[in-house]
């Protein structure tokens, strides 16, 4: 296989746009090729060669073929894929709020869920709402990719409370970072 | 409870007349309440007291209610008495005392309850009164629960090491002859602490190695193996088992996969077999849509270090269901790499331990009312190991850990 040389590819091009430009007609082509950037996939030949997950029904996991998108204070809504505890949705929240009177960790750990609508995995921040009594509502315990403690960030029994006011955990949100 | 109070406070200031009367107008209604039979009944007057309690014994068992209820029960497995309670907080962790003489309980506390300074410490019981004899303040401690190995005490007993994640991984070292802190040591991309005598501690670790924490000398010296599991692919159950006659570690990972490590300054592990091939079943996968025999559960093994079998708590399913509870409790004699018997089991329990006599009692507890992750007591089970009969059932339990003195 022929593998894209960045650097080579890179220097050809600069010296073909060196040779044949002035500095400022040269300005205004990158100008335009940032524009048009979004247009054209990035590292279009990186892109080709990574291997694309797989996700046929096959591939899921048995949360993943059993999830939903349309009720956020079930167990089973896709996001909560890897959450443990009660849901803010069912006391007072939402899926990405904290209910009133309650704090929300900045850190926290992280799943990765696939969306059935899209079929796409996304990237799922669990941050911990903190400093109320547990609230005990809508308890679940998604367990997918969920490791133990020498994995801290994918690890969801831990109390995910840090430099908030207080560490007394009150229930779990499901912050969608991005795709993952 | 408040009436009496109402009534205690009524006699410190009211006249005497009065609380005569008031105590003559309770001793009748206390005598229309005796039943008949009732004259062999002593009628003197009693004094309050405290029971106290004997040093722990093999066939006792500690179950933590969980992270709802505080408080960890003390059972006679013998006799399916309740002994005590001991005072844990909810994410308080226990640790006993080999020479039987203290219980040690590692916990946090706010000054104001949900706010104000934030306090870590060891309390230190009496193990015969449960009196509380004093605290050892420490700088940090995780808060996570249903964990063995988050407070171990060195094989003397006389050093306590605390995990801590602040979110920074390090280790507390608490001298419990003078308790006193002693030193916080760095153990990053570890966790899982385990005794490692002549050593000081060993630990599991991100990379899927097994670290040594050399503590004898002034610095510490963290060696580590090569990688010899995956730490995301299929990663070992925290609840690992020691033995300690064996300086051996026995461990379980989610699919099924069964190591020991030869602990020391230079761990040695061996290598994994299938504990569902163990059984003369299709050994556990990782791909999803392959229904198997897994293990499963908070508190998913038990070893029962005199005979060499270790108990696990095996479950049908799909991979990544590491936290189901139980159908059935696969017994394995690790020497001879066969399960020998396979005994079903009600409630889906999640945690399970083993006491360590000659003839040993196998207890089991499952989640409680509302289910994973309420946190509510369920009920425990002590169960025949040999047979799987059910020898007592304690309602309301626990749904935290089961510990056992060793």
């Known amino acids: 296989m022929t593998i894209f040389n960045a650097d080579s590819f890179g220097e050809s091009m600069l010296r073909r746009f060196a040779g044949g430009t002035s500095r400022r007609g040269m300005l205004a082509r990158i100008g335009a090729a940032l524009v048009a950037a979004p247009v054209f996939p990035v590292l279009p030949v990186s892109r080709a060669e990574a291997a694309k997950p797989d996700r046929s029904p096959e591939a899921k996991t048995v949360f993943a073929r059993n999830a939903q998108t349309s009720d956020d204070t079930k167990c089973n809504y896709w996001r909560y894929c890897a959450i443990d505890g009660s849901l803010c949705t069912c006391s007072g929240g939402g899926i990405h709020s904290c209910p009133p009177g309650a704090e929300p960790s900045p850190v926290s750990w992280v ?60 229930c779990s949100t499901a912050v969608l970072v991005g795709a993952a | 409870m408040k009436s009496a109070v109402h009534f205690r406070n009524l006699g410190t200031r009211l006249p005497a007349a009065i609380r005569l009367a008031c105590t003559t107008m309770l001793g009748a209604t206390a005598l229309a309440a005796m039943p008949a039979m009732a004259g062999t009944a002593s009628v003197e007057p009693e004094e309050s007291s405290v029971a106290t309690l004997a040093p722990p014994k093999p066939n006792w068992v500690y179950l933590q209610r969980g992270f709802v209820l505080p408080g960890t029960a003390i059972y006679d497995t013998a006799d399916g008495k309740y002994l005590a309670q001991i005072e844990t907080p909810i994410l308080g962790d226990l640790a006993i005392d080999p020479a039987g003489k203290y219980y040690y309980v590692a916990e946090t506390a ?5 706010h104000g300074t934030r306090q870590d410490y060891i309390s230190v019981y009496d193990a015969t009164t449960l009196k509380l004899e004093g605290d050892i303040d420490i700088p940090g401690r995780i808060l996570v629960g249903s964990r063995e190995h988050n407070f171990i005490l060195s094989d003397d007993g006389k050093t306590g090491y605390i995990y801590d994640f602040s979110p920074i991984s390090s280790i507390n070292v608490v001298d419990l002859v003078k308790r006193k802190f002693v030193r916080n040591v760095e153990l990053p991309g570890c966790a899982d602490l385990i005794p490692n005598p002549g050593v000081g501690l060993a630990a599991l670790c991100s990379d899927g190695s097994l670290a040594s924490i050399n503590l004898t000398g002034g610095k510490t010296d963290i060696t580590r193996t090569d990688p010899f599991f995956s730490a995301t692919g299929d990663p070992i159950f925290d609840n690992v088992e020691f033995d300690q006659a064996k300086d051996e570690v026995v461990m379980v990972s989610y699919t099924g996969l069964v190591y020991t490590a030869k602990l020391g300054a230079k761990p040695t592990v061996s290598t994994p077999f299938s504990i569902q091939e163990a059984a003369g079943v299709r050994k556990g996968d990782t791909k999803p849509n392959d229904v198997n025999w897994y293990p499963g559960g908070a508190q998913p093994i038990a070893l029962h270090t005199a005979s060499g079998h270790l108990f696990v708590l095996m479950h049908t399913g799909e991979y990544w269901t590491h936290k189901r509870g139980a159908s059935e409790i696969w017994d394995l004699d690790l020497a001879s790499h066969k399960v020998v018997k396979r005994l079903p089991v009600e409630g889906e329990p999640n945690v399970i331990n083993i006491t360590q006599e000659a003839k040993p009692k196998l207890i089991v507890v499952g989640e409680g009312e509302g289910g994973s992750g309420a946190g509510l007591a369920g009920d425990a089970e002590v169960l025949d190991p040999a047979t799987g009969e059910v020898k007592y059932t304690f309602k309301g339990a626990g749904s935290g850990l089961i510990q056992v003195f060793h």
Do not use: M
Request: hydrophobic content about 25%; charged content about 25%.
């Open chain 1, 111 to 170: 799943g990765t869920c696939v969306n059935p609508d899209d079929g796409k995995a996304y990237l799922i921040a669990y941050r911990d709402c903190c400093g109320k009594a547990f609230v005990n509502k809508c308890n679940c315990d998604g367990s997918d990719r969920e490791t133990q403690l020498y994995t801290q960030q994918l690890n969801n029994d831990i109390i995910w409370c840090f430099g908030v006011k207080n560490k007394e955990y009150h």
């Open chain 2, 110 to 114: 706010w000054t104001r309850r949900l």
